[in-house]
Antibody, heavy 120, light 110 residues
Framework: QVQLQESGPGLVKPSQTLSLTCTVS??????????WSWIRQPAGKGLEWIGR???????KYNPSLKSRVTISIDTSKNQISLKLSSVTAADTAVYHC????????????WGQGTMVTVSS | QSALTQPASVSGSPGQSITFSCTGT?????????VSWYRHHPGKAPKLMIY???NRPSGVSNRFSGSKSGNTASLTISGLQAEDEADYYC??????????FGGGTKLTVL
């Protein structure tokens, strides 16, 4: 079955860029039935949608993060990437990637998430 | 975009039915039928329980049901079981083609 696995540094310094990768296994990232999202959860808080990307590379971002976020897709590696620039302690969170059911706009498969701490 | 409003906590006894609420606005919950619900055990991947207001993915128990009225969506769990204890989040697609989540409800099975 399809599985998603996030990876990347667990510690990022303030003002630097957070970079994460989501590797999709068991299915093609190029399917038109799905697209892909990043979602995060700060400790003790709720989920926050970060952005989504189609296999074509078309993106849409959360307006509150738009100026700092870049999501990209590498169909040859079956991977999605997240870059978040100028990070602060407020960006400390568990970051999940998720598959989106096209047309139903629901996140049907999630990665377990990776914890990223912003600290000097 | 503001987060959807969910009660912080709900509790129930095994066998009971409980209902979670999720209140948004005319720009999200009230705008379309793309409301979904997720169960999250901390440290694990969230699981989709309901999509498109009331549809269950394959493999999800029919004890879970969803509905919507106006700007408020609801998730009902019938025949509460100990394994249902978790955090539950609602999500809605918005008129701006983005997504918004609720703050989550912690379910305690007494």
């Amino acid at each position: 079955q399809v599985q998603l696995q996030e990876s990347g540094p667990g510690l990022v310094k303030p003002s630097q860029t957070l970079s994460l990768t989501c590797t999709v296994s068991g299915g093609s990232i190029s399917s038109e039935s799905y697209y892909w999202s990043w979602i995060r959860q700060p400790a003790g808080k709720g989920l926050e949608w970060i952005g989504r990307i189609y296999h074509s590379g078309n993106t849409k971002y959360n307006p509150s993060l738009k100026s700092r976020v870049t999501i990209s897709i590498d169909t040859s590696k079956n991977q999605i990437s997240l870059k978040l620039s100028s990070v602060t302690a407020a960006d400390t969170a568990v970051y999940h990637c998720a598959r989106v059911l096209a047309g139903w706009e629901a996140f049907d498969i999630w990665g377990q998430g990776t914890m990223v701490t912003v600290s000097s | 975009q503001s987060a959807l409003t969910q009660p912080a906590s709900v509790s129930g006894s095994p066998g009971q039915s409980i209902t979670f609420s999720c209140t948004g606005t005319s720009s999200d919950v009230g705008d379309n039928d793309d409301v979904s619900w997720y169960r999250h055990h901390p440290g694990k991947a969230p699981k989709l329980m309901i999509y498109a207001v009331s549809n269950r993915p394959s493999g999800v128990s029919n004890r879970f049901s969803g509905s919507k009225s106006g700007n408020t969506a609801s998730l009902t769990i019938s025949g509460l079981q100990a394994e249902d204890e978790a955090d539950y989040y609602c999500s809605s697609y918005t008129s701006s083609n983005t997504w918004v989540f609720g703050g989550g409800t912690k379910l305690t099975v007494l």
